[in-house]
């Protein structure tokens, strides 16, 4: 059937039900699920330009399938970005990025307070090969341009980080990073595009687990890479057809269905979060709350400009908080107990689901770092980390009440 062309400048909530390729002759209105593993060619002379890049068509699902490639230009759209690299997860999107873009001798400068497997991959993995890397304050702008050497090509930040919300300027990096030819990276996992796009603040290249926000129930692991058509065609597409960090055709359809639905529930669990955080720096045994729609968030000016919903500032829908001891073994067991206590939160280390989750970021998602690196990202035996879910806010707070009002 002859397909619809999507008119101009439509809002990212209408690209996240309608960006998608064509519909096949049968006319579907939900976007096909391909599970095949190779796609049959009409003759060997085209399956020869295919192979070749000479033409375009499917060939082989490790790198073109039409379910990966809806979900990439729905994703693509939502960002603003001119093309999008499906992964296999978020962290095979990172690993993707850096073998596309750095060789040995190369120069990473990245914060020191994003996600624990982000800095193991670049500050160990890739020190292997001889690939080079400077950890600084994500928010002290200074730092990251006296970082800068002549052989840096490539910034990278997660903003707000996890678990801390740090927020990071996005204009004042990509400027540091152009200014030095190099590029900046920004991890968009906790706002996703419905609160964030940080390509319209300078940013060349957007990550994401779509495990998060984007899928939105737990469902899946997924990633991707949204920037330059050229960029991605050029440096990250072949490395994919090699290597094989693949998003696998269903998980794309769970995740394009998941962006459907993805500004709506932003907007309900970014509400319940600010009324959670309030709540939470009014309990006795909490001695700080994490979360950028605060106004006592150190950069709360900052999110709200960066990060908008509606055309209102969002904080978004994770919240972090210290509970109060005398020592970090103290502060640990208050931790424990108060996580236990929990009858409704699922105590797991994933983030972005309908479900409240509550994790304790020391033991888990930053438990493979050092002491050191632990203290320099801010992360204390104390920190919980919550990330509101769609539950009933006075369930949520009931359900954290009952740990933090028995603490001794």
């Known amino acids: 059937m002859d ?41 060997a002379a085209t399956a020869a330009r295919r192979f070749a890049n000479e033409e375009e068509g499917y060939i082989y699902s490790r790198f073109t399938n039409p379910t990966v490639t809806s979900m990439e230009q ?12 499906g992964t296999s997860s978020g962290m095979a999107a990172i690993l993707l990025m850096c073998m596309g873009l750095l060789k040995s001798g190369d120069h990473v400068i990245c914060s020191q307070s994003v996600f624990g497997s982000t800095i193991k991959l670049i500050g160990s993995e890739f020190g292997k090969f001889g690939v080079e890397s400077s950890f600084v304050s994500q928010t002290d702008v200074a730092q990251w341009q006296a970082a800068v050497r002549p052989n840096t090509k490539l910034l990278f930040a997660e903003t707000p ?15 540091i990073a152009h200014a030095a030819g190099a590029l900046l990276a920004v991890d968009n996992c906790f706002c996703s595009p419905a609160l964030q796009q940080p390509v319209k603040l300078g940013a060349d290249l957007i990550i994401h687990s779509g495990t998060k926000y984007l899928d939105g129930q737990g469902r899946v692991i997924a990633g991707a890479i949204c920037g330059p058509k050229k960029l991605i065609d050029d440096k990250l597409v072949p490395i994919m057809r090699s290597a094989g960090m693949t998003l696998s055709p269903f998980n794309a359809w769970v995740v394009l269905k998941g962006l459907e639905t993805l500004s709506i529930r932003m907007q309900a669990q970014s509400a319940s979060a600010l009324a959670l955080a309030t709540w939470l720096e009014a309990q006795p045994g909490v001695a700080r709350v ?19 919903l509606n055309g209102q500032g969002c904080g978004g829908a994770v919240v972090s908080f210290d509970l109060r001891g005398s020592d970090a073994d103290s502060a640990r067991k208050n931790a424990f107990h108060v996580i236990d206590s929990t009858q409704v939160c699922s105590i797991t280390a994933n983030l972005g689901d309908t479900k409240t989750t509550i ?15 632990r203290q320099a990202a801010g992360i204390g035996q104390g920190l919980l980390r919550v990330a509101v879910g769609l539950e009933y806010i006075d369930d949520l707070k009931a359900d954290l009440a009952r740990g933090l009002d028995s603490l001794k």
């Open 74 to 85: 729905r994703l693509a759209a939502m960002e603003g970005t001119e093309a999008c690299i």
């Open 3 to 43: 397909p619809k062309k999507l008119p101009d400048n439509l809002h990212r909530d209408t690209l996240a039900v309608r960006a998608a390729v064509d519909k096949s002759q049968y006319g579907e209105n939900s976007e096909a699920l391909y599970l095949t593993s190779s796609f049959v060619q009409p003759d």
């Open 161 to 175: 980080t996890n678990p801390l919300t740090e927020v990071c300027d996005i204009r004042a990096l990509a400027d």
């Open 359 to 373: 994790t304790h970021p020391s033991t888990t998602s930053h438990g493979r770092l050092t002491e050191v690196q």
């Open 290 to 308: 994490y979360y950028p729609g605060l106004a006592s968030h150190p950069q709360h000016a900052l999110a709200m400009r960066q990060q908008t």
